[in-house]
């Protein structure tokens, strides 16, 4: 069952009947114990039985279920904090389904979210202005925020302006929230942001939302957000933006806390 990229929703539907088309049980065993897994956020588990999904799919020549293993493995890399090892597994999908005609955008979103985590902006904007026409409303959308985010990052204030606009009605609440903040500055609606993927349990992007705020506000107040995105990163195991945030809020005058939670963090 095919998890969305940065939400956890499922696309996938359910089976035919087994009168219809005998199911194979070990594909099905496999699939939910990784989505069990990832749905717990263990996402190491989740791409262990992914991977053997995979592998089990291959030995069927079953061109749907290879699809759907390979974007499950390459969406658990994600979440694992390993944009390399995503972004080569969308690779060898793209190139595995290219060879049977088949085209499926949505590894080009894995490609570009995978580019973006390693700092490669160019190349992420590559990939992710592909999907920005042609692609299905909800990749389209999807493709925009992150062109938005790419845009903030590189100080494109022209280019986050045309990626917020280009979000449709269908976009995603938060996103739409998120990318009015970036243009605003307005702490406010990044904290409402934060607010909707907290609701989503899009943690990861709670955390980037919390940084948002405290990046436009007065320091006191800054300091305590920088805290909190930090404290959350470094409970994803996102040690890179938790070192980052949490050194933000010692400069601002959390010195203790902040100490305290840079302590705790692995030393990688």
């Known amino acids: 069952m095919r998890q969305t990229i940065l939400l956890l929703a499922f696309l996938a539907g359910c089976g035919s009947p087994r009168s219809e088309k005998p199911d194979d049980a070990t594909l099905t065993r496999l699939r939910h114990a990784g989505d069990a897994a990832y749905n717990l956020e263990r996402a190491d588990e989740a791409a262990s039985q992914y991977r053997a999904a995979l592998a089990r799919a291959r030995q069927r020549d079953d061109a749907a279920a290879i699809a759907d293993a390979g974007f499950n493995l390459a969406t658990a890399e994600l979440r694992s904090g390993h944009p390399h090892a995503a972004r080569r597994i969308a690779g060898e999908m793209q190139a595995e389904l290219g060879r049977r005609g088949i085209h ?23 990939v992710a202005s592909s999907l920005t026409s042609g692609a299905t409303p909800e990749l389209a959308n999807a493709a925009w925020f992150l062109r938005g985010l790419i845009a903030d990052a590189r100080g494109d204030q022209a280019g986050l302006m045309r990626a917020a606009a280009a979000l449709t009605p269908r976009a995603d609440s938060a996103d739409t929230v998120e990318l009015r903040a970036r243009l605003s500055h307005d702490p406010d609606l990044a904290l409402r942001s934060a607010d909707l993927r907290r609701d989503m349990l899009d943690y990861r992007g709670m955390a980037r939302a919390l940084a948002l705020a405290a990046r436009d506000s007065p320091p006191t107040t800054a300091a305590d957000l920088y805290l909190r995105a930090g404290r959350s990163a470094a409970a994803q195991g996102d040690v890179a933006r938790a070192r980052l945030w949490l050194s933000e809020a010692r ?12 302590h705790d963090l692995p030393s990688r």
């Open 104 to 126: 499926d955008p949505a590894f080009a979103l894995v490609m570009a979210t995978a580019l973006f985590r390693q700092d490669d902006m160019a190349g992420a904007d590559q």
């Open 251 to 262: 400069q601002r005058g959390l010195r203790v806390e902040a100490d305290r939670a840079l």
